[in-house]
Nanobody
């Protein structure tokens, strides 16, 4: 049974930083790419960032490029999202996600991901 558990969300002022973590279990972590998505109230879930199964390749949404960094620690079965220079528009529930298939490097559509965490709230005040 695959489980993804996010942590690290909170309230921060604009310009501040947060580091999200997602601990995974039930899968051979080093064989899976992982992604971060977010969903603001009244909006659709949107792609934020993705890291390949090796951790060597990353991809970001334009809205966060240059401010967010995704990384993967295969020894700790954890994926991170370092968020700097936060803006009020970054306010959302953040989710980590994994595809069903090993070695797959999924795209930016949330339908490409099969396993989801429960989410962690990030609120950025102006």
């Amino acid at each position: 049974q695959v489980q993804l558990v996010e942590s690290g969300g909170g309230l921060v002022q604009a310009g501040g930083s947060l580091r999200l973590s997602c601990a995974a279990s039930g899968l051979t972590f080093g064989r899976y790419s992982l992604g971060w998505f977010r969903q603001a109230p009244g909006k659709e879930r949107e792609f934020v960032a993705r890291v390949s199964y090796t951790g060597g390749a990353t991809y970001y949404a334009d809205a966060v490029k240059g401010r967010f960094t995704i990384s993967k620690d295969n020894a700790k079965n954890t994926v991170f999202l370092q968020m700097n220079s936060l803006k009020p528009e970054d306010t959302a529930v953040y989710y980590c996600a994994a595809p069903r298939t090993r070695w797959d490097v999924p795209g930016t559509n949330f339908n490409a991901y099969d396993y989801w965490g429960q989410g962690t709230q990030v609120t950025v005040s102006s």
